[in-house]
Nanobody
Framework: QVQLVESGGGLVQAGGSLRLTCAAS???????MGWFRQAPGKEREFVAA????????EYADSVKGRFTISKDNAKNTVYLQMNSLIPEDTAVYYC???????????????WGQGTRVTVSS
């Protein structure tokens, strides 16, 4: 049974940092891993993705230069380091696993339950 469990969300002031963690079980870590987010009243949007080897990485323009995605294959874990947070980053953040390095949610087969990030101004 595939399971993705996110952690690390919380309340932070604008300009602060958080690191999200996604622990994967039940799948080989040969999957591509992605982070998405969904703000209240908005559709889920792509944040970042990383390839199997970690050599290919993509970011949404809105987070480029502030967020960093990484993975530890030995621990079956993927991270999202978020710096210089702004109120617009407030959302529920989801981890996903799939077979493509995709910016679209349809490209992912497995999803976590999400972790909430709130950035206060």
């Amino acid at each position: 049974q595939v399971q993705l469990v996110e952690s690390g969300g919380g309340l932070v002031q604008a300009g602060g940092s958080l690191r999200l963690t996604c622990a994967a079980s039940g799948l080989t870590f040969s999957y591509y891993m992605g982070w998405f987010r969904q703000a209240p009243g908005k559709e889920r949007e792509f944040v970042a993705a990383i390839s199997r080897t970690g050599r290919s990485i993509e970011y949404a323009d809105s987070v480029k230069g502030r967020f960093t995605i990484s993975k530890d294959n030995a621990k079956n874990t993927v991270y999202l380091q978020m710096n210089s947070l702004i109120p617009e980053d407030t959302a529920v953040y989801y981890c996903a696993a799939g077979n493509l390095l995709a910016r679209m949610s349809a490209g992912y087969n497995y999803w976590g339950q999400g972790t909430r990030v709130t950035v206060s101004s």
